[in-house]
Every structure is written in C-alpha cells, then in structure tokens.
C-alpha cells in the first residue's frame, strides 16, 4: 500500500520560496514515477513537475520551468518540490502523486497514487 504525506505548504510572499515534500511509504520505490499537481480554486487539476525514482528523469511545465525544481532523496523517501520566485498564480493545493511505471506521465489519471494536498498561498 503506497502511502504519500505532503508538508510544507503555507502562505508567502510574491517572490518567495517555499519547499514542499512528499513522505512516500510502501512498496520500493525504484520503478516509480513520483509527480507534483496543483489545483487551484475552481480549475482543474494541473502539472507541475515530475521525476523517476531510478534516474533523475525530470519534466517541468512551462508555467515553473526555471523557478521550480523537483528532486528526490531515496535514504528518507521523499521527493521536494524547491518554489522560488513565487506568483499570485501559483496560489493552488499542491498535491504528490506516485505511479508505478517509468513512461512520461503529465496527466492526473495516469497516476494511481495521491497524497491529500497541502495549501500555497502567495499574495501580491
């Protein structure tokens, strides 16, 4: 049973940085493709970011490509979400998603694992 837990969500300034994590429990996680959403106030759920657990693999949308990082620590579990240069825009429930395949994944439904989402807010 994968269990994901993320933290670090909070209010913040336009400009600012925050860094999520996402606890990951269960099965070993080599074979996984581990990714970030958000979802905002009346708009569907979005891609933000994902990474393979076995080699780094890393895909970014446009609206975070070069101000967001994804990355991941195999000795604690755990994959980081690193916000720099935060907009007002960003303002979503940010969720982590596992599913058990390497293939590129940048819709919701392709994962079959999600935590319960953790809040950002950046005001202007």
């Known amino acids: 049973q994968v269990q994901l837990v993320e933290s670090g969500g909070g209010l913040v300034q336009a400009g600012g940085s925050l860094r999520l994590s996402c606890a990951a429990s269960g099965p070993t996680f080599s074979s996984y493709r581990m990714g970030w959403f958000r979802q905002a106030p009346g708009k569907e759920r979005e891609f933000v970011a994902t990474?393979?657990?076995?080699?780094?693999?890393?895909v970014y949308s446009d609206s975070v490509r070069g101000r967001f990082t994804i990355s991941r620590d195999s000795a604690k579990n755990t994959v980081y979400l690193q916000m720099n240069s935060l907009k007002p825009e960003d303002t979503a429930v940010y969720y982590c998603?596992?599913?058990?395949?390497?293939?590129?994944?940048?819709?919701?439904?392709?994962?079959?694992?999600w935590g319960q989402g953790t809040q950002v807010t950046v005001s202007s």
């Open positions: 990474i393979t657990w076995s080699n780094f693999n890393t």
């Open positions: 998603a596992a599913v058990r395949s390497e293939g590129m994944k940048t819709h919701p439904w392709a994962y079959d694992y």
